[in-house]
């Protein structure tokens, strides 16, 4: 493996304000997401308890970066828990609202990932 392509996905080093906006940036876009998932599969619910489950995916994908796939299920089993502690559900309907958070939070980043790209091939 060339130097290059080490260096495309090893984490970056940042201060510690880039660390906390990422962090704060990552948990504003779980919430939102999660909040969107919430109200798919239980309705009208308030938008507190999606605050309330979106930091912690947010943290454990910012601390646990260099870990690849195994911070991403690590995540999910948080996501799965703090989901179901915090709208008091059954674990199926869980499971449902868990896989729609991913789902959403994936489409979302596909989205952001794409315009970023299009904004940067365009002329200066």
């Given at each position: 493996m060339t130097a290059s392509v080490l260096a495309q996905v090893s984490p970056a080093a940042g201060g510690p304000l880039a660390y906390a906006g990422t962090f704060l940036l990552a948990a504003g876009v779980y919430s939102l997401t999660a909040h969107i998932a919430a109200r798919n599969v239980l309705g009208d619910?308030?938008?507190k308890r999606a605050l309330l489950v979106g930091p912690a995916p947010a943290a454990?994908?910012?601390l646990l970066q260099q870990y690849g796939p195994l911070a991403f299920v690590f995540a999910v089993a948080v996501d799965f828990v703090l989901?179901?502690?915090?709208y008091r559900i059954k674990a199926r309907t869980t499971a449902l609202?868990?896989?729609i958070h991913i789902v959403?939070?994936?489409l979302v980043l596909f989205v952001v990932l794409s315009a970023y790209r299009l904004a940067g091939t365009a002329p200066v």
């Open positions: 619910v308030p938008i454990i994908s910012l989901i179901r502690y915090v609202v868990t896989f959403v939070s994936i």
